[in-house]
């Protein structure tokens, strides 16, 4: 049975892709700084959780923050707070960056593996068309440079290895209940299907690139 590890697996969107993932036949390694103190922003934690893991067939990053604590997404570029940013970044970013760092010792070398980070939408430059959310916003894009820049790098060792950004859209969770806005949402059940169907379509030829929830491009 192939195994996926699924980070920020306590979350509305990685319980659900965990029950997926399990629901195709899936053994799934979850982790999560709730359930088991895995702090993404913290490199010996990273390790740790990740100690004894091998030949894994994917690895996908669900943990993220919108508001961290309290403070919330900017409006005006006035607004920018140095430690708020740097907690986004610490969340969105670099966490991410360190679960990369190691994926190469704990995905397969032999066959087809992915490692994909649920980025967002706004995350994207070319997309920007209303400003504010600037931490969030910069993090994110930061996260989609990480995966850009790490898939180059991972098809080296990986050859068959797909490493890619995905927008899950809106997805109904405390996370987001008050900022969709009149964005539509959709259950965590319904997003983790879409992105699951999204990634069981790509291929080695599609590493590095960043899609929405219905496998469409998103720009850089």
Known sequence: MERVLVI????GIGAALSDGLRHQGFDVVARSRSQDGFDITDEKSVVEGLKGLSGL??????????VIDGAEPEKSIRAISKQ?????????????????????????????SVFAVLTA????????RLGGWISYRAAKAAANQIVRTGAIELSRSHPKSICVAIHPGTVK???TENYAGHHPTVEPKEAA????????????????????????????
């Open 193 to 220: 299907s879409n992105i699951l169907n999204v990634l069981s379509a790509l291929n080695a030829k599609d590493t590095g690139k960043f899609y929405d929830w219905a496998g469409s491009k998103v720009p850089w």
């Open 57 to 66: 067939a994917g690895v996908i990053v669900a943990s993220g923050a919108l």
């Open 8 to 11: 920020g697996a306590s979350g």
């Open 84 to 112: 708020a940013m740097l907690d986004q970044f610490a969340v969105n970013s670099i966490g991410p960056a360190l679960v990369l760092k190691h994926a190469q010792r704990i995905l397969r070398r032999d066959g087809r």
């Open 121 to 128: 939408r706004v995350g994207s430059i070319g997309d920007n």
């Open 173 to 175: 969770t405390p996370f």
